[in-house]
């Protein structure tokens, strides 16, 4: 597998491996708040303040990706079928080739991808009982720490 940059050609793709990532691991969002998020994921995607890296395979289909504003994970989504085959942890170890530190906040009721930061090292620094649309999804807000030289 790779890692690169994103290309505004990759944002249909980045769109149905976070459509296709949410409905396998967030079964605690509702139907209509998950087409409520269609077009501000469409929005995101779009964004040109969002630094987007693309997990590929060998045979360069598009695994997943992950979004960065500085040292904020901003999203980490693997198409399921890449679930659980070390794609997620590529890209956490490519983020922390760009940055020292990492934050990334996480819906507390995904205790699949709570237990992954934390396998990846981690912390919980702090919590919101909203997400930030308003939601009633609640944050777990986690910070991987600069290694120690």
């Given at each position: 597998m790779?890692?690169?940059?994103?290309?505004?050609?990759d944002?249909d793709?980045?769109?149905?491996?976070?459509?296709?990532?949410v409905?396998a691991?967030?079964?605690?969002?509702?139907?209509a708040?998950?087409?409520?998020?269609?077009?501000?994921?469409r929005d995101?995607?779009?964004?040109?303040e969002?630094e987007?890296?693309?997990?590929?395979?060998a045979?360069?289909?598009?695994?997943?990706?992950?979004g960065?504003a500085?040292?904020t994970?901003?999203?980490l989504?693997?198409?399921?079928?890449?679930?659980?085959?070390?794609?997620?942890r590529?890209?956490?170890?490519?983020?922390?080739?760009?940055h020292?530190?990492?934050t990334?906040?996480?819906?507390?009721?995904n205790?699949?991808?709570?237990?992954?930061?934390?396998?990846?090292?981690?912390?919980?620094?702090g919590?919101?009982?909203?997400?930030?649309?308003?939601?009633?999804?609640?944050?777990?807000h986690m910070?991987?720490?600069?290694?120690?030289?």
């Amino acid at each position: 597998m790779q890692i690169r940059r994103a290309t505004p050609k990759d944002r249909d793709v980045l769109f149905d491996v976070w459509l296709r990532s949410v409905e396998a691991t967030h079964a605690f969002v509702s139907d209509a708040d998950i087409q409520a998020f269609k077009p501000l994921v469409r929005d995101y995607l779009a964004s040109n303040e969002t630094e987007f890296w693309v997990l590929c395979d060998a045979d360069g289909a598009v695994a997943g990706f992950m979004g960065m504003a500085g040292p904020t994970m901003e999203s980490l989504f693997l198409a399921p079928e890449f679930h659980r085959r070390g794609g997620g942890r590529r890209l956490v170890e490519h983020a922390r080739t760009l940055h020292r530190e990492l934050t990334v906040d996480v819906n507390e009721q995904n205790t699949a991808a709570v237990d992954f930061y934390k396998a990846c090292g981690f912390f919980v620094d702090g919590r919101s009982d909203l997400d930030d649309t308003g939601r009633p999804y609640p944050l777990l807000h986690m910070r991987l720490a600069a290694l120690q030289s």
